[in-house]
């Protein structure tokens, strides 16, 4: 097995809203990054700052001791790691591979057994934090797989988070980031709702926030994205058609496991409407449009 004293050459496949920032802790802690990304160009001022390019995942595979994946559907990372010109067939014997997509549970244990049977060491390690979060090296890391295997990559984890929880064996990660991604859809519709009334009862939006935001009705969303949607600004640190694919795996898993979670559903039916009218490239605060109907 690899162990943390071992690792030098960490590479990172995505290199999106959160990924960039990630890779770029990984970049300044002094290992040698090397970085894919399907857009060239989103590489760019890593590779500036020193970090190796590769047009290829299997190229990436067989030069490092870990490889970290933040992509953006379960399709894509059942194509990296488990495809013909994917990870598993081509890493080193040995080699941690770290999925930091939110995905299916089910599919972070397929992938953990063919790790496992090829002498790889496979780990689902979702985050939650946003882009903010990202760049602050504060996210909130929700892990599951052996603990020898967690144990091995903990250092290389905290430089991108600041709360690293091993939750169980392989799944055990997807599964919390489900609970996760429930418990900021409803609370999304609280928070655009909120403020939707501030501002229909002819309040101040920022002083409604600023007396709520410490009370019992606290939370990240409201701290974080509320100053973003009184201020309109809906550049997403969380894409909502990201966000619908979440609530579709958590709907499903939760199908699957009979429970019945209706504030899921009617979130990401909001959220769909606001895909359709051309917001699912931005942030999951646009749901206030919802309300306003601008």
């Avoid at 309109?232 to 969380?238: H, K, R």
């Avoid at 894409?239 to 939760?254: P, V, W």
């Avoid at 559903?265 to 490239?281: F, S, T």
């Amino acid at each position: 097995m690899t162990t943390a004293s071992d690792i030098r050459n960490v590479g990172f496949i995505g290199l999106g809203v959160m990924g960039a920032s990630m890779a770029r802790h990984i970049l300044k802690a002094g290992y040698t990054l090397h970085v894919y990304t399907r857009t060239a160009s989103k590489a760019a001022s890593l590779v500036a700052d020193g970090a190796i390019w590769h047009d290829a995942v299997a190229s990436m595979a067989k030069a490092c001791e870990v490889i970290i994946t933040m992509v953006g559907y379960p399709k894509d990372v059942e194509e990296i790691y488990l495809g013909q010109d994917g990870l598993i067939a081509h890493a080193k014997e040995g080699a941690h591979l770290i999925d930091m997509t939110t995905s299916s549970p089910l599919l972070a244990q397929r992938i953990f057994d063919a790790a496992a049977a090829k002498g790889l060491h496979a780990i689902d390690a979702p985050v939650s934090g946003g882009d903010v979060g990202a760049r602050e090296a504060r996210l909130s890391i929700m892990i599951g797989g052996e603990s020898a295997d967690v144990q091995a990559v903990h250092s290389l984890l905290s430089l991108m988070g600041s709360n690293i929880v091993h939750q169980g064996q392989a799944g055990a990660g997807q599964h919390t980031k489900m609970c996760n991604q429930i418990a900021i859809a409803s609370n999304m519709m609280g928070v655009c709702e909120a403020l939707a009334y501030a501002e229909k009862a002819g309040l101040n939006p920022e002083s409604v926030l600023k007396s709520i935001e410490s009370g019992a009705a606290g939370s990240w969303s409201l701290s974080n994205l509320g100053p973003r949607i009184i201020a309109g600004n809906l550049e997403p640190g969380f894409y909502i058609k990201h966000f619908i694919k979440d609530m579709g795996i958590a709907l499903e898993s939760a199908k699957e496991m009979n429970l019945d979670t209706p504030g899921l559903a009617l979130a990401r039916q909001l959220y769909r409407q606001l895909a359709e009218k051309g917001y699912e490239d931005k942030g999951t605060q646009a749901l206030i449009h919802y309300y306003t109907r601008s």
